[in-house]
């Protein structure tokens, strides 16, 4: 196969090899709801509870801007789901939704009416919410503001001495569990929630033993909320001292989801995350499957972010063409996920730059394809020139090529635009697939 490649090769040549078995697809109906589930046909993937496949394309997009800017918002989800996008998480400690916000076990009706809203401009956008219960990292002991919640001390009316106290102690269990039992009664028969989360990172708070904290809830959560998703998520996988960590949670009995955050950082332990983004997505899928190869995994945060989580990366805005997000929804998915990666920076980097059309790009990618029914198998093949990511499935065959020439490095701190590649040739002996009858489209 020899053919010029653009230019814009950062983005990769995407190419599909269509056996010539076709899919066979339950037709859409934007009327026929389904929860999202763990596939019965193959546990890596995601379906819906009428058996059709679903991949969450989508980002972080955690809450609005402000108390009053619910309409920037929507016009965010909308301009996700015009460009393909199913998916988005948001946090529900936020204080624009945070319903326990005033005392220690009471819950704001009235505030819950945002989360209401929100739901309801999901319907509309037809994207599916991953719900994060909690964010605080301590009591009011640190200078952090965001991440504290000083309500729930003892001498504030809480249950908790200290954070160790809040996870250990059985008082505050038995009222996290009636905060659940809140949420179940107002929200728990939703198929428009793709599922529930825990805590966003906990490894991040500092005291008790947050890891058995999370084996006592998440057969609570399934007990409430049994036809949604139920899962935890832990701190950026950038020092191999959370590789034990990782591993207990991708096993965990009862976590549905193995959810991975990985950012490129060059304060970070492992040499991974300072290099191509791909490769660190990559790189952080194929640890996930290692723990647990027949559960989902997921890159749901990622990005990109100054020395040891300072800040938004600085260079974020010279990237006008979106080679990092581009990076962060491909690679994870060629490599095995459940779907692509899930980019943390939706302000400032997609938003700001108006990146949304690479959802639509990735989507254009997946369409018509039904990733439990592929049993996909996913190879790298080696090339001089580019990484080659393979998804070899039973009806298609799936190659993302990436031009190996070109980072984040050369393009955005070096300013070198990515050469274009000519007399490029691709053997896919070595994939023994038989593509006698077969047909390919190229995309770029």
Excluded at 4 to 24: T, Y
Excluded at 28 to 34: F, K, M
Excluded at 61 to 66: C, E, F, S
Excluded at 350 to 371: E, S, T, Y
Aim: aromatic share 12%; proline share 6%.
């Amino acid at each position: 196969m020899k053919r010029p490649l653009d230019p814009r090769c950062l983005a990769g040549l995407i190419v599909f090899w269509f056996l010539w078995i076709e899919a066979r697809l339950l037709p859409a109906d934007p009327h026929r709801d389904g929860f999202v589930r763990v596939s019965t046909r193959d546990a890596r993937y995601f379906e819906l509870s009428d058996g059709r496949p679903y991949i969450p394309i989508g980002l972080n997009l955690i809450a609005p801007p402000g108390d009053d800017k619910m309409g920037v918002m929507e016009d965010w989800m909308r301009q996700l789901s015009e460009n393909g996008g199913n998916f988005i998480r948001i946090w529900l400690g936020h204080a624009y939704f945070d319903v326990e916000h005033q005392r220690s076990g009471e819950y704001d009706a009235e505030k819950a009416r945002r989360l209401d809203h929100l739901l309801e401009v999901a319907r509309k956008y037809n994207i599916r919410v991953k719900l994060c219960l909690e964010s605080f990292r301590h009591l009011g002991t640190q200078n952090q503001r965001w991440s504290s919640k000083p309500l729930h001390q003892v001498g504030n009316g809480g249950t908790a001495t200290d954070i160790a106290d809040f996870f250990d102690g059985l008082p505050s269990r038995d009222q996290f569990k009636r905060k659940l039992a809140w949420y179940a009664r107002r929200y728990g028969s939703d198929p428009i929630i793709f599922g529930w989360e825990l805590w966003n990172e906990i490894n991040a708070v500092a005291g008790g033993d947050y890891m058995a904290w999370t084996e006592c809830m998440l057969p609570e959560l399934h007990r409430l909320f049994p036809r949604n998703l139920c899962m935890q998520s832990l701190g950026s996988f950038d020092t191999e001292r959370v590789d034990p960590v990782y591993r207990r949670l991708c096993t965990m009995a009862g976590n549905d989801v193995a959810q991975v955050h990985r950012y490129l950082d060059l304060g970070a332990q492992i040499e991974a995350c300072k290099g191509p983004v791909d490769s660190l997505a990559a790189e952080a899928i194929r640890r996930g499957l290692s723990y647990q190869p027949q559960r989902p995994v997921i890159l749901a945060e990622s990005g990109a972010v100054e020395p040891r989580h300072s800040g938004p990366f600085l260079l974020y805005q010279k990237d006008r063409e979106g080679m990092l997000l581009h990076d962060v929804l491909f690679a994870p998915f060629f490599t095995g996920a459940a779907g692509p990666g899930h980019i943390w920076h939706w302000d400032v980097y997609v938003a700001k730059l108006n990146l949304w059309g690479h959802f639509k790009r990735f989507a254009a990618v997946v369409k018509d394809i039904d990733p439990p029914a592929e049993k996909f198998d996913p190879v790298v093949l080696p090339h001089a020139q580019l990484r080659i990511y393979v998804l070899k499935g039973k009806q298609h065959i799936l190659i993302w090529c990436r031009d190996a020439q070109n980072d984040w490095k050369t393009e955005l701190a070096q300013g070198q635009a990515p050469a274009k590649l000519e007399g490029v040739f691709l053997s896919l002996g070595s994939l023994k697939a038989n593509v006698s009858n077969a047909s390919a489209r190229i995309y770029d």
